[in-house]
């Protein structure tokens, strides 16, 4: 099967600016998780969705970030305005639903300068 | 909440040699997931073994085992015959069973393989 695809690999912007990710999941999986890797330590769920619904966004700071999944396939994450401290690594993961294993991307590497 | 901690930042092993990782969790739950993720710089997680708290049997696969200690709250990974391909930064995890199944991992270690 194929995997979990996101996109870009790799995002350099200036703080202030605004940059999105896209996440496309494994085919059937209902389940999207973003998380976010920052250097050195381990990844920290920012949203979850269930189809095109949001289950859980507790730890996704809304004044800057959101994301979406209008159509319960593919998703995009965005940050705006961006800030020095979102430099990390955001990884997508997918799974058939919120019991079965995550399946991760490799994800995207952003640095804000 | 529950935590997961990972006391050892970075480990060596000889390729061909049995290195363990450690990790401990906090929860006041009884019925739960572990995991042990592998991340190559690839960055991609890669799930290497998983372990359902209400199963006293360790789980293996292949190479790779766990000591499971569910009073102890302790889940470590055995790599038995490391090879080169296993350096990697390896996270454990937990998973609950309450709403959303939420996964929560450790800070990870750095495993090096020398040859």
């Known amino acids: 099967e194929a995997g979990v695809a996101q996109s870009p690999r790799y995002k350099i912007i200036e703080k202030r600016q605004s940059v999105a990710f896209w996440c496309n999941p494994i085919?059937?999986?209902?389940?999207l998780y973003w998380y976010q890797q920052i250097l050195g330590q381990g990844p920290k769920l920012l949203i979850q969705?269930?189809?095109?619904?949001?289950?859980?966004d507790s730890q996704l700071p809304k004044d800057r970030f959101s994301a979406e999944r209008l159509k319960g396939v593919d998703s995009t994450l965005k940050i705006q305005p961006a800030k020095l401290e979102d430099s990390a690594v955001y990884l997508c993961?997918?799974?058939?639903?919120?019991?079965?294993?995550?399946?991760f991307g490799n994800g995207t590497r952003l640095t804000v300068t | 909440a529950q935590t997961v901690t990972q006391s050892q930042p970075e480990m060596s092993v000889q390729e061909a040699e049995t290195v363990t990782l450690s990790c401990t969790y906090d929860?006041?739950?009884?019925?739960?997931?572990l995991f042990w993720y592998k991340q190559p710089p690839s960055r991609q997680m890669i799930l290497v073994i998983r372990?359902?708290?209400?199963?006293?049997q360790n789980a293996t696969e292949n190479r790779f085992s766990v000591n499971f200690q569910k009073a102890a709250k302790s889940f470590s990974l055995k790599i038995s015959d490391s090879q080169l391909g296993d350096a990697a930064m390896y996270f454990c995890?937990?998973?609950?069973?309450?709403?959303?199944?939420?996964?929560?991992f450790g800070a990870g270690t750095i495993l090096r393989v020398k040859s």
């Open positions: 993961a997918s799974s058939l639903d919120n019991r079965d294993v995550r399946r």
């Open positions: 085919s059937g999986h209902a389940t």
């Open positions: 969705f269930q189809n095109n619904g949001v289950v859980d």
């Open positions: 929860t006041s739950e009884s019925d739960y997931y």
């Open positions: 372990q359902e708290a209400y199963k006293q």
């Open positions: 995890a937990y998973r609950t069973l309450e709403y959303g199944n939420k996964l929560v």
